[in-house]
């Protein structure tokens, strides 16, 4: 089934930079930093580079069993190529029912999928497991284009009381943007190499006055 009424709004909160969580949340690995002047944490990458992602689920803050959640996951695969991609075993046996559903027309062009887990037990208050591990490699081409080339967001989350804690979830959303990594530059590194050579000469010139 593919989903249409998925606000941009909604999906766009990828582009939020992650801060702390003091309560639940869904989180990934590795963060990033900022680099920039948009609100999306930055990776330094190179060509050809693969990046392991791991992504956590915290239940920090919540009263009751956590029996669904649902996930809006952002991709480029301009950008990122995935290798691999696997749920946990925690995952499996949190929820036993899961799907994944691609949203049509994503804001900007960015394929998105909404995946859902329940389980009637579910995960208890104040637990973390790791759900989701999975490979990209960068592309040619990537680039710094202020929107997320990783990005995940908690669309809903109800719990065993049947009471929706999406607001819980704090930050609700995570992102990233592979940017290039910075190459020195032609000058800095021909004077790094003529100074070198001046010492060298310098030694040698100090070596044979001595002998």
């Known amino acids: 089934m593919k989903l249409t009424h998925i606000s941009a709004s909604l999906v766009f909160l990828g582009a939020i930079a992650v801060t702390p969580a003091y309560g639940a949340s869904v989180s990934f690995t590795p963060i990033g930093s900022q680099l920039d002047q948009d609100a999306i944490n930055d990776l330094q990458v190179n060509v050809g580079d693969t990046i392991d992602v791991f992504f956590t689920l915290d239940t920090s803050g919540l009263t ?98 049947g009471i929706d804690v999406t607001s819980l979830f704090q930050p609700v959303s995570q992102s990233l943007d592979v940017q290039p990594a910075p190459v020195p530059e032609t000058t800095s590194l021909l004077g790094f190499l003529g100074l070198a050579a001046l010492g060298t000469s310098s030694l040698l010139k100090n070596c044979s006055k001595r002998v």
């Not at 887990?117 to 973390?128: A, F, I, K």
């Open 64 to 161: 009751a069993n956590l029996q669904s959640l649902d996930l809006l996951f952002q991709q480029d695969p301009t950008e990122l190529l995935t290798l691999d991609v696997f749920r946990t075993d925690a995952d499996r046996a949190a929820f036993s029912d899961f799907s994944g559903s691609p949203v049509e027309n994503p804001p900007f062009g960015i394929p998105t999928v909404l995946f859902q887990r329940s389980d009637s037990v579910g995960v208890s208050p104040n637990s973390t497991l790791e759900i989701v591990g999975a490979t990209y490699e960068v592309l040619p081409g990537f680039k710094n284009d202020g929107l997320p080339d990783l990005a995940v967001t908690v669309s809903s989350a109800i719990d065993a009381n």
